[in-house]
């Protein structure tokens, strides 16, 4: 008798599912109003609440917590404090807690807060976390990757425009699409002329396009930011170099959908001109030392370039040969503000870049640094020169990264795989061995570098002001 009065004492809170005593006008565990009528507490009052009964089996246990909140709650008098008291995790609470615990590991990342209203058997103070899933774990992003872009999602593929369309870049310039040059998976180029143009030289222009939000975001950042013609000017003049391969933008704008730049024309890509063959040595000291020009200079101004190729090297040719590093779609910031960035792995996507090329930073998602753009244009310079590189057949990006790594412990190794029976050059070794030992955040010795390269083209009759030959 005295056990069924004392169930009949109880009813539950409407919010967080507490069990009340039937005299208690505010729930101590959320300290949410208790609806009642004119005495208090009717069976009407406690029938037309939602039914937050636990199963009977853990009704004493629940009875004891709600029997010490009580005593917590009043001061003695029966009054309740005005404070609320410490929330009370509910039945369903407990449990949600104990399988996120025995689904999370103790290095699992970061969970983001959960905003969403709670449930009517959560405190509304206090939400319980529920253990992360692949579609609900935040995007790691690079330090200094460009603001605005889309990560983890796809963007729609691109879709030729029609020759003959006109485009209107920001200064209201029109540009007639003359022909369609080439076409990837993130952009489309086009031969362009300023419309009403009619000499040949005034219609010698490239127009790039791509998604609003995709990669040539970051070029377009990249070229506002740290190529303005002035700017690269100024620098070629205080080095006194006589050309330096940076590209000059002439126009960009946006369609409905798309972004566009538009450059004045570069020649052909070093990919075309090459057609499958390789280079002398000669070629190859020519080229590294007009590419080490442009880092020196992108890295002087807190950029790395991140994704050099053949793809990415346009040359003019010409008495005095002019080459250009382009593809900036990967460019990033490693040195913002004049404070380099920590190595630290997956803060980025990894592997992003041209798979045979890209540093080992770049395959276990750091943020690039200088020596990873030394890395890749030494890599470069053995492919170009003797064919092949020992990860060059193999597309796994993961095998590619291991294999990478084993040979920056061994650059001899490296060295005879590439050159397999034929003489080593020494440059490509000296060259390849220091960058090798570079740290991740340590300024390479440009100047020392170009001087080792210049002069072995110089040995072998070569110089950066003579034709490039192939």
């Not at 101590?28 to 636990?54: H, Q, V, W």
């Not at 740290?226 to 070629?236: C, E």
Request: with cysteine.
């Amino acid at each position: 008798m005295e056990g069924a009065l004392e169930r009949k004492s109880f009813r539950f809170c409407p919010q967080c599912g507490s069990k009340l005593k039937s005299t208690f006008k505010f729930c101590p565990s959320c300290g949410e109003k208790i609806p009642c009528g004119a005495d208090g507490s009717t069976s009407e009052d406690i029938s037309s609440l939602p039914n937050f009964s636990p199963p009977k089996g853990d009704e004493p246990n629940r009875t004891n917590q709600a029997s010490s909140i009580c005593h917590e709650a009043t001061d003695g008098h029966g009054s309740l404090h005005l404070a609320r008291p410490f929330l009370r995790k509910t039945r369903n609470s407990l449990r949600q807690d104990r399988e996120a615990k025995s689904s999370v590991t103790e290095d699992s990342p970061p969970r983001t807060e959960d905003n969403s209203m709670p449930s009517p058997t959560q405190s509304p103070l206090k939400r319980v976390k529920k253990a992360p899933t692949p579609e609900s774990l935040p995007i790691l992003k690079s330090p200094r990757s460009g603001r605005g872009l889309i990560k983890g999602k796809k963007l729609p593929p691109l879709e030729r425009l029609e020759e003959g369309e006109e485009l209107m870049d920001t200064t209201g310039r029109k540009w007639t699409l003359v022909k369609l040059l080439s076409q990837s998976v993130v952009e489309i180029v086009y031969e362009v002329a300023i419309k009403g143009s009619r000499s040949s030289k005034e219609s010698a222009f490239i127009l790039k396009l791509g998604s609003e939000r995709g990669t040539i975001y970051k070029e377009q950042n990249f070229l506002q930011r740290a190529a303005k013609p002035l700017s690269v000017a100024k620098w070629t003049k205080q080095h006194e170099l006589d050309f330096l391969g940076i590209p000059s933008c002439v126009g960009f704008g946006l369609t409905d959908s798309y972004r566009f730049l538009i450059f004045p024309c570069m020649g052909h890509s070093l990919e075309s001109l090459m057609n499958d063959k390789l280079l002398p040595e000669k070629t190859v000291l020519h080229l590294a030392c007009r590419i080490l020009d442009v880092l020196y200079y992108i890295h002087s101004n807190e950029y790395v370039h991140a994704d050099i190729n053949a793809d990415n090297i346009y040359i003019r040719m010409g008495q005095n040969t002019e080459v250009y590093l382009v593809g900036y779609h990967h460019a990033s910031r490693y040195c913002p503000s004049g404070r380099h960035v920590s190595y630290r792995q997956g803060s980025q996507e990894p592997h992003e870049g041209s798979l045979e090329f890209i540093s080992v930073d770049c395959h276990q998602g750091a943020v690039p640094s200088r020596r990873s753009d030394l890395q890749s244009l030494g890599y470069c310079m053995l492919r170009w020169h003797t064919g092949a590189l020992p990860w060059s057949a193999i597309v796994d990006p993961d095998q590619v990264a291991n294999l990478k790594e084993r040979y920056l412990d061994d650059i001899p190794a490296l060295l005879s795989h590439c050159f397999g029976r034929n003489k080593i050059s020494g440059a490509l070794g000296s060259y390849m061995k220091t960058v090798a030992e570079l740290q991740y955040a340590e300024q390479p010795d440009y100047a020392e570098l170009k001087t080792r390269l210049g002069m072995a083209l110089s040995n072998l009759g070569g110089s950066v002001q003579k034709p490039l030959s192939f």
